[in-house]
Each structure stands twice: as C-alpha cells, then as structure tokens.
C-alpha cells in the first residue's frame, strides 16, 4: 500500500504531510467505519467555493443563474468522476470485498466522493489556500475541464 500510495502522490504531484489523511479520503464506508464520509463533506464545500470563486472572477458578466450552471457541469459526479479515472483513483479506493466484486470502485458516484474527500484532505493538510491552487490546477489540466469552461 505504501508503494501504492507514493505513486498516486507522485501523480498528484502533492506529498501529505498526514499520510493518514490520504488513507482516510480513499476508504469508501463499505470498507469500515472510519471512512471518507466527512472527508467528502469537506471537499464539496471547498470544491464549490473555489470553482464559484474562480467562476465570478472569470466571468465578470455572467449573472448567479449563469454562473450556477457553469458551477454545476464542472462539480457534478460524472465530471469528478472522469478525473478520478484520470488519476486512477479505482485503483487506490479501498473497499469491502464484496463492493469490489460488483466493481464498486469504478462507479462514478464512488469516484466522485473519492476526488471530494482528496480535496477535503488536502484541505486539512495545508489549508485554503494550497488546496485552492492544487484545485485550480488539477481541473485545468483535466480534459474534461479544458473542454467545457476552463
């Protein structure tokens, strides 16, 4: 696991200073009771606020209703889930045998609130404004961004 994980670090290219908070962000409540559940909590809300902030400054014009449309095709589960797959996150979610089995890490929703609780875990790590940049950074380099705002 510890091979696994330096190489997923290295592919984000961001070192945890807590290991534990990427083993947390990547451990799906089938898996135990400590889970990714509150880790996911906290990266949606760090999600939503850093692209709605990065939105309103880019799009000057744009009123709430546009810039809630554009939030919402750049959060949505098949968009996070598509950059979890970027990043190979199935390959790293650790989850009950039988979840596995039904193939439980490439569902999207399972993907989806793996990348939020990476966010969420970043977030814990370095604080606002690091999660803020790396955010910024992982969706402009994602093709599924490039090709729809960013």
């Not at 400054?57 to 810039?67: A, C, P, R, T, V």
């Not at 989806?112 to 910024?136: K, N, P, Q, W």
């Given at each position: 696991m510890?091979?696994?994980?330096?190489?997923?670090?290295?592919?984000?290219n961001?070192?945890?200073?807590?290991?534990?908070?990427?083993?947390?962000?990547?451990?799906?409540?089938?898996?135990?009771?400590?889970?990714?559940?509150r880790?996911?909590?906290?990266?949606?809300?760090?999600?939503?606020?850093?692209?709605?902030?990065?939105?309103?400054?880019?799009?000057?014009?744009?009123?709430?209703?546009?810039?809630?449309?554009?939030?919402?095709?750049?959060v949505d589960?098949?968009?996070?889930?598509?950059?979890?797959?970027?990043?190979?996150?199935?390959?790293?979610?650790?989850?009950?045998?039988?979840?596995?089995?039904?193939?439980?890490?490439?569902?999207?929703?399972?993907?989806?609130?793996?990348?939020?609780a990476l966010?969420?875990?970043?977030?814990?790590?370095?604080?606002?404004?690091?999660?803020?940049?790396?955010?910024?950074n992982?969706?402009?380099?994602?093709c599924?961004?490039?090709?729809?705002l960013?």
């Amino acid at each position: 696991m510890q091979a696994l994980n330096k190489w997923l670090e290295d592919k984000l290219n961001y070192h945890f200073k807590d290991e534990t908070l990427l083993k947390l962000s990547l451990t799906h409540r089938s898996a135990c009771q400590k889970n990714n559940e509150r880790l996911e909590f906290l990266g949606d809300s760090a999600l939503d606020l850093i692209v709605s902030e990065y939105l309103y400054s880019k799009y000057q014009d744009d009123n709430e209703g546009i810039l809630t449309s554009k939030r919402s095709l750049l959060v949505d589960e098949t968009a996070l889930s598509k950059i979890a797959k970027e990043l190979n996150l199935n390959d790293f979610i650790r989850m009950s045998e039988e979840e596995l089995k039904r193939g439980g890490n490439l569902r999207e929703s399972a993907l989806a609130d793996a990348m939020e609780a990476l966010i969420g875990a970043i977030f814990l790590d370095r604080g606002y404004e690091y999660v803020r940049e790396f955010t910024l950074n992982l969706l402009k380099n994602s093709c599924v961004f490039v090709s729809k705002l960013l």
